[in-house]
């Protein structure tokens, strides 16, 4: 299963992206899958973000990023996004998506990670 995150990059503090990850079509039934999005800073344990239902009919998003960042999928192709909006030095993070079966805010939960998209954040 190959999960590929992408969007990262360099933002002044206010600022937005919009990451993606498109989850390899062949090896991978993507709408069997809740998905997520995690966020490990520099020198700090990998955190969660938010998390979406199979079918997008639920949505779950950690106290720190909530009104900022919205988390969405799109089945067809495969593919889930977090838009991340009005950015803080503190959300400078490699941020990850996993898929996995069950609908939960634990990374312990989730079975198939992407690599990381990086997004730096500056003041």
């Known amino acids: 299963v190959q999960l590929q995150a992408s969007g990262g990059g360099l933002v002044q503090a206010g600022g937005s992206l919009r990451l993606s990850c498109a989850a390899s079509?062949?090896?991978?039934?993507?709408?069997?899958?809740?998905m997520a999005w995690f966020r490990q800073a520099p020198g700090k344990e990998r955190e969660f973000v938010a998390a979406?239902?199979?079918?997008?009919?639920?949505?779950s998003d950690s106290d720190s990023v909530k009104g900022r960042f919205t988390v969405f999928r799109d089945n067809a192709k495969n593919t889930i996004y977090l838009q991340v909006n009005s950015l803080k030095p503190e959300d400078t993070a490699v941020y990850y998506c996993?898929?996995?079966?069950?609908?939960?805010?634990?990374?312990?939960?989730?079975?198939?990670w992407g690599q990381g998209t990086l997004v730096t954040v500056s003041s």
């Open positions: 996993a898929a996995g079966p069950v609908f939960a805010r634990r990374a312990d939960d989730y079975l198939y």
């Open positions: 979406i239902s199979r079918l997008g009919g639920s949505v």
């Open positions: 079509r062949r090896t991978f039934n993507f709408i069997d899958h809740h």
